[in-house]
């Protein structure tokens, strides 16, 4: 029997209620803090949207990535957007393997002609030794991943090592390892339209509600000066969190067993780089919503954003380490909000330079 | 609530209480249902929340919805405004609304539910037997692939 294309009818026929796709919908519409009636007209549209074809493709990577979008064991919300789309190929979770599944992926491409999918890539490139490090079928990652985005639509880069490098990029980086972005720059693979869902791993919701997007509209969200979808990469941790308050009041902890961690207040002097991360891990948080690092005590690592590996430690504060510069941040205890800007400021203009040098 | 209760509303409580007054305004006049993304809300203290949710009160209907992880529908003491949280299906909170509307959507009935459901009755149901009273002549089957 054919699958229907229409999304709508394939939920139907997988015997999911339209009541459970208006909840999905409307978890979505807040998560991308988009207006409440975001969610019908999302409801609206997805429903007669096609499954949009999905190449997943995983380089040199951990897996914790897809662990992250499909942990769970009960189906959440998240894990409804693998019925939202066809996911042709992705090596980890396919039964097929070797020819097959090589076969599968080609079927799938040629099946959705040119503009016609989309391509998932979790995972940085080497270069290093002719790409040797990572190859699969006699193919380099490189030579693998030029092929199979010659002609997709677009390109999301699911992770910190496909988005800018991530730990495989780490200083002295052994491999030579790229991140998509740098490959197009650099010519090494077509140029596409990329969105980077940075994070070590992403947010499932984040992963799941950037598909979602594109679904709905056919068309990429708006993205930020990194190329992450402005929705959910609008803010800083340090901007939503709950420890905030203590920070304005200059109530910061010295150490992780002292006083002022017991009773909550701010992990900047402990190396949180929260003030310079951009993720929504403060309103969306992790486990099925239990915390997140912030709220289980420790610091934010700032994974989410380029060189986070390779900032200085994670436990000296942002004024001494990250932003190179102590003098204008070092009165940080005691000036509050303004600093948080200045310092996500002066984040943003070293990733802009970063990028620049490419 | 007391009459001096409402007097001592926080500042942004009685903010967004104006604002469903408006949304409630609009349903009464024009019909348009709407609705206020609780989580979207600028930093509002757990006391906030709980004096907005006790200003607003308790009204006649409580629903629970099983879908993908429970739905509590909760009408307030002021018909039509109704307070929607959707928990995952892990018990988390995924997302939390003041819904003005004379039904929320969510406990409504759509109609590719419906056509499904008629769909598995009509299959589940026994042939009818010889001589005995026909089938009922209803409409024709609606599914959606048609």
């Given amino acids: ?358 | 609530m007391s009459e001096e209760d409402w007097e001592d509303l926080p500042q942004p409580v009685v903010a967004l209480l104006r604002e469903v007054a408006v949304l409630l305004d609009r349903l009464v006049r024009e019909g348009e249902p709407e609705a206020i993304d609780l989580r979207a809300l600028p930093v509002m203290t757990p006391e906030d929340l709980e004096s907005f949710r006790d200003a607003l009160g308790t009204g006649e209907v409580h629903a629970t919805v099983t879908a993908l992880g429970e739905t509590t529908v909760r009408e307030t003491a002021f018909p039509a405004v109704w307070w929607v949280t959707y928990y995952g299906a892990d018990g988390d909170i995924v997302a939390e609304r003041i819904e003005v509307a004379r039904v929320p959507d969510i406990l409504v009935t759509q109609e590719a539910d419906m056509g499904a459901g008629l769909r598995a009755l009509v299959e589940a149901l026994p042939e009818p037997r010889e001589g005995g009273p026909a089938a009922p002549e209803g409409p024709s089957i609606r599914w959606v692939e048609d």
């Fill in chain 1, 1 to 358: 029997m054919d699958e229907p294309q229409r999304l709508g009818d394939f939920l139907l026929r997988r015997g999911i209620s339209r009541r459970a796709f208006m909840k999905f919908c409307t978890a979505m519409a807040s998560a991308m803090a988009m207006p409440p009636s975001f969610a019908k007209s999302m409801a609206k549209n997805l429903e007669s949207a096609k499954r949009e074809s999905v190449i997943y493709l995983s380089f040199q990577e951990c897996t914790g990535c897809a662990e992250s979008l499909t942990r769970s064991h009960s189906p959440t919300l998240e894990t409804l957007i693998f019925d939202f789309i066809s996911l042709d190929y992705q090596d980890t979770l396919m039964a097929a393997a070797g020819r097959a599944a090589e076969r599968a992926k080609e079927e799938a491409i040629k099946r959705a002609g040119p503009g016609g999918y989309l391509v998932v890539v979790d995972g940085s490139v080497p270069l290093g030794a002719g790409g040797a490090y990572s190859a699969s079928g006699g193919k380099t990652s490189l030579q693998i991943l030029g092929d199979t985005i010659e002609n997709a639509a677009a390109v999301i880069c699911v992770g910190t090592c496909s988005s800018f490098g991530g730990i495989p990029y780490a200083d002295p980086n052994p491999t030579d390892a790229r991140s998509v972005s740098q490959l197009m720059e650099a010519g090494k693979v077509p140029s596409k339209p990329v969105i980077n869902v940075s994070g070590c791993p992403p947010i499932p919701v984040v992963i799941a509600g950037t598909l979602a997007h594109y679904l709905t509209f056919g068309r990429i969200p708006e993205l930020d000066h990194l190329n992450r979808p402005k929705p959910f990469f609008g803010e800083t941790i340090h901007d939503r969190c709950y420890r905030r308050p203590y920070y304005e009041e200059g109530k910061f902890a010295q150490a992780f067993d002292d006083e002022g961690a017991r009773s909550g207040w701010c992990l900047y002097e402990l190396g949180c780089k929260g003030p310079i991360t951009y993720n929504a891990c403060a309103t969306t948080k992790w486990n099925g919503g239990t915390s997140f690092p912030v709220e289980s005590g420790h610091g934010c690592l700032g994974c989410s954003e380029p060189g986070f590996w390779d900032g200085g430690s994670f436990y000296k504060p942002l004024s001494a380490g990250m932003l190179g510069d102590p003098g204008t941040l070092g009165a940080a205890a005691a000036a509050g909000a303004a600093v948080g800007a200045g310092a996500a400021w002066a984040h943003r203009r070293r990733n802009a330079r970063a990028k620049e040098e490419g």
